[in-house]
Every structure is written in structure tokens, then in C-alpha cells.
């Protein structure tokens, strides 16, 4: 079987290959990471009692949070979820605190 492949369609099919190479790059990259709020336990955007009264239920085990929720939970980044990190959430509620240790956000 012979080819005829010309200069034109050549450059053609290495522009077809670059646009769609450079497109999966952007749908990969920009798809993929989530941004998401420390303190955020319930995921709605704001960090509020809502969050408190979660992970209140979380530590008497009568609610379940997945990894993100934890990730969120843990505020002042020590690896565990437990009445310290609601404390703190409670202290950036009410002002007494203007930050957690762990920064404002995650990604993932």
C-alpha cells in the first residue's frame, strides 16, 4: 500500500494532534482539582455551626463523614478529627481566631 502524503496534509494532521492534545491537557487539568475550604465539614461553602454541629455528630458517632469531609475537619493539622478542630472551628465562627493553622483551602 503507498502513501501520498503531501507537505499540506502533513502539516495539517500535526495541527489536529497539537489541538487536541492541547484540549485534553486543559479538560485534565481544570477538571480534575476541587478547591474546598478547612472548617467547610458539610461542604456547602461556608464554614458555619452547621459545620460544628457535623462533626459534633461525627465525634459521638451518629453521622459518618467520607475523606474530604475529614480532610476538612481536621483544622488544626494534626492528623486527627476530634473535639480540638471543633473547638477551633467554633473559635473562627465567633472571631476569637482568624485562621486555622492549616490554611484556608485544600485541593483535590
Known amino acids: ?3 501520498i502524503c503531501t ?5 495539517k494532521a500535526i495541527a489536529v494532534i497539537c489541538i487536541v492534545a492541547t484540549c485534553s491537557i486543559a479538560i485534565v487539568s481544570t477538571g480534575a482539582l476541587t478547591r474546598r475550604l478547612y472548617g467547610d465539614v458539610n461542604g456547602d461553602g461556608i464554614i458555619s455551626n452547621a459545620d460544628v454541629t457535623l462533626l459534633q455528630q461525627y465525634l459521638v458517632k451518629s453521622a459518618t463523614l467520607d475523606k474530604y469531609q475529614l480532610i476538612a475537619a481536621n483544622v488544626n493539622g494534626d492528623n486527627y478529627v476530634d473535639v480540638n478542630d471543633a473547638t477551633m472551628i467554633s473559635k473562627l465562627i465567633s472571631g476569637l481566631i482568624d485562621e486555622f493553622p492549616v490554611g484556608d483551602y485544600f485541593v483535590y
Open 1 to 3: 500500500m503507498r502513501c
Open 7 to 11: 507537505k499540506k496534509t502533513i502539516k
